[in-house]
């Protein structure tokens, strides 16, 4: 009767989860879009400051936004500026410096053609400019505007002011406009590439939850059935079937590296019988893996009690290969065991998302593309002359104090003559495209893991001059694959402990039975010395 009613009763909390994933599905979706919308503006707004530092303004003060500027070589030059932006960012359609007099806004340049039906002449007014357009004139500060349509078209526009060194002036206004169905474009195909993402981690949730749920049926029943049973002979039946069930793969190694013992989630995994797979491990790497694979086990082996961890590829029965993640520990000393103890995860879904995420980034090579939060640029010799704001938040340093400081002056003692040496090796070769993690001294003495990715800016003769960092903290990653190690070592240490117990019980047992034996081969004896004939039969 009460197996019966646990599979109806565990509806209940499916289709609770389900609700709860639909609606968390949701606000996400919301979240993400409103993520990326904003990492895209600031991922611009980086663009545009850095075409508006290296603008050549005293070009600009020797135009005056008329048509005779047409003939002026300084305006020729800040043409042919203007066209190089918009090949180089492909997303956007306008490039152009405008400034205001007497309450109006006129054209100094754009990036079209002259022979183009959108050139804007120098002096042409822009009667369309909004309140909104004038306020980098107003207040000094750059902005992303709202979607505002013209004569040309709906635009999303990025302004930034332009001032006088000396003064500190805005004496124009530089602006890249992007269509509105441009803008959204890029954004959707970000937000649709997390969704698919998301979506998948929610179904498998929900599968791993339908499954935990059937499993929590089936140890009710069995709970029900082996209730007359002793305490000792259940926990050792719940810890079987932890390992046999378990998603996870354990293996156990002997000092020659043959597969002893293989847990049945392996057939599942890799397509091969238990059977198939007790041989040596080296015989289901792949190629190129097993010479690294096979310095770990050795390694391992010279290290009595130690714990390694890498990855590996292993062979499917289909002749693919599937990316495994292992944690080894050596257990050759304890009498119980003389082995080699494997937990063996596969990754291969994991692999192919971070590959994914990989070709993506690759894909977009320009600043615009790339979201991650820290992102800095350092001049050819390595001195910052530019950090966003989360790059400042993290480390603890200001603005000011980062802005011409030598980078490797916050590298960690330890990493900073490596970083320099690799540094001066990219520039060299030049590239910078591996992704290189290392630690970061913040403000107040602590330290953060950040993994950095690098890329030259290459500038109009062809020469690298600035580097564009784009950096992520993994400090808090880095902790919980720590505690993930110590759990996977309270598993194992939990293994033995069974095992011991196991053993124990064993032991009493067999002596039991000696004892009763014994006992028997008494009684007999005093019957036979009272004349009476043996009760019991004793086998020797």
């Not at 822009?126 to 004038?134: H, M, N, S, V």
């Not at 949730?205 to 339908?210: H, K, N, V």
């Not at 990715?453 to 903290?473: G, M, P, T, V």
Request: glycine residues 6%; negative net charge.
């Amino acid at each position: 009767m009460n197996s019966q009613r646990v599979p109806v009763r565990n509806k209940i909390p499916g289709i609770i989860l389900l609700l709860i994933i639909m609606v968390a599905g949701a606000f996400y979706m919301r979240y993400t879009y409103v993520k990326f919308e904003t990492d895209q503006a600031d991922d611009v707004m980086v663009v545009v400051r850095s075409i508006e530092a290296t603008f050549p303004k005293d070009d600009l003060k020797a135009l005056e936004a008329a048509p005779g500027d047409t003939g002026k070589p300084q305006y020729r030059h800040i043409k042919s500026i203007l066209r190089e932006v918009i090949r180089v960012n492909g997303e956007a359609r306008f490039a152009y410096v405008i400034l205001e007099r007497n309450g109006k806004v006129y054209f100094i340049a754009d990036s079209e053609p002259d022979s183009s039906k959108d050139c804007s002449p120098p002096g042409q007014e822009y009667t369309e400019a909004k309140a909104e357009d004038k306020q980098p004139f107003r207040d000094g500060k750059a902005i992303i505007t709202h979607p505002s349509a013209d004569r040309w078209g709906t635009w999303v526009s990025a302004l930034i002011p332009m001032k006088d060194k000396t003064t500190g002036s805005t004496i124009a206004v530089f602006g890249m406009d992007y269509s509105v169905k441009t803008w959204h474009r890029i954004i959707l195909f970000e937000v649709a590439e997390s969704g698919m993402l998301v979506l998948l981690l929610l179904v498998a949730a929900l599968f791993i939850f339908r499954i935990r749920v059937k499993n929590k049926s089936l140890l009710y029943e069995i709970e029900e059935r082996k209730r007359a049973e002793d305490e000792l002979i259940d926990q050792e039946h719940r810890f079987r079937h932890l390992v046999e069930y378990s998603s996870d793969i354990l293996v156990f190694l002997d000092k020659d590296g043959f597969q002893r013992y293989i847990s049945p989630s392996a057939e599942k995994i890799t397509g091969f019988k238990v059977e198939e797979l007790q041989k040596s491990f080296l015989q289901v790497v792949h190629p190129d893996d097993a010479g690294r694979v096979k310095l770990a086990f050795e390694e391992l082996l010279m290290n009595p009690d130690g714990i390694l961890k890498g990855e590996y590829r292993h062979q499917h029965k289909n002749g693919g290969f599937l990316h495994f993640e292992a944690v080894g520990r050596n257990f050759l000393g304890d009498p119980n065991l003389r082995g080699l103890v494997v937990n063996i995860r596969d990754v291969t879904e994991r692999r192919k998302v971070e590959e994914s995420l990989w070709e993506s980034e690759e894909k977009y090579r320009t600043i615009v593309s790339n979201t991650f939060s820290m992102i800095s640029m350092l001049d050819i010799e390595g001195k910052y002359i530019f950090c966003n704001q989360a790059y400042t938040d993290i480390l603890g340093y200001s603005q000011d104090e980062l802005i011409g400081l030598l980078a490797f002056d916050i590298v960690h003692p330890d990493e900073k003559e490596s970083i320099i040496k690799y540094y001066q090796d990219a520039i060299l070769n030049n590239t910078l495209e591996i992704p290189v993690t290392f630690r970061l001294v913040c403000k107040d003495g602590s330290i953060k893991i950040v993994n950095h990715r690098a890329k030259f800016l290459i500038n109009q003769e062809q020469k690298a001059d600035k580097i564009l960092l784009i950096a992520q903290d993994i400090t808090e990653q880095r902790k919980a694959e720590e505690k993930l190690q110590q759990s996977e070592a309270l598993f194992v240490d939990a293994l033995i402990k069974k095992s011991r117990e196991l053993q124990h019980f064993n032991d009493l047992m067999i002596g039991r039975e000696i004892r009763m034996v014994d006992l028997k081969k008494e009684v007999n004896e005093l019957l036979k010395k009272a004349g009476e004939d043996e009760k019991y039969t004793v086998h020797s």
